[in-house]
């Protein structure tokens, strides 16, 4: 079989379809059930999804924006707090005619992951829900994983690489992280990246802003790539691991979609929502040569942040 031939399809991936026109449901299900996606469930309203979800949670939701009752964006919006709340991701493609940059900024502000335009074609639609999968796929490891770790530091009775709070690693890891790509660049080249984020909010109780940091740590590792870390250094700060090949791979996207997904949607608390500011301070480092150390790094890190929120 060759590439043009290969199916775009992950096993066992469950598909949601909510759509309140027969002829488009109709129209995904003949498409993503041919294409091998046996897991596919439809439903005719926002609420008839959530209900759906909450029975059985899918990897993708391909839902049109435009609907009664509850259009896409609430719709997403439900979805985002409901895997907030159960530690996991799921891709979320709305279907729509709309047109124009702003349509699209104001979907991504919701967090929407991808679009699929009318009229609807039947290749793009499976290779987009592919691509919606694999994200999800990619996210939810991540999240797997952050768990995993969590329990092996309580069974273990140490927690001096994970932070209890969030489940993210801690400064130690970060340092540690750090020190492993600097060395690797520093023998074969390529840049690293050190960034610090500083979250700010108005909470009066402490038990909102243990549930509000670790909703925030979900939220960045969401929005970076896999193979970078993040993790929580003190108190409102977290520090993000990047790596590239050159300077080109890091690019302003990177924390445009930190931006947008940590402040774009207020975080649930006790007390109602609490609305977050953020700001963040960024340096490179480019080997083969000398390794800078991990502690340089990060005072340059530092510094870009203050200046930042002096701006």
Known sequence: MNASSTPLLHENLAVVIVDDARTSR?????????AGYTDVRIAESGPQALELLAERPADVVLADWMMPEMDGLELTERIRKRDEDEGRYTGIILSTAREGMDALVEAFRHGVDDFLRKPFDARELVARVFAAGNQANAQNMLLVTGRTLARDREERGTSWTIDAETGLGNRDYFEAQLTTHIMESAIRGGVVGCALV???HRSVRTEDDLLLLARLGRRMMRAIRPTDTVCRLEANRFGLVMSAI??????????DRLQRDITGRPVSASTGTLRVRMHS???????????????DLIARAERDLRERKAD
């Open 26 to 34: 109709a129209f995904f299900q003949r498409a993503l059930v041919p």
């Open 198 to 200: 500083e979250v700010t």
């Open 246 to 255: 050159d300077a080109d791979g890091f690019r302003e996207s990177v924390f």
């Open 281 to 295: 301070g960024f340096t490179l480092w480019q080997g083969p040569g000398t390794a800078l150390s991990p502690a």
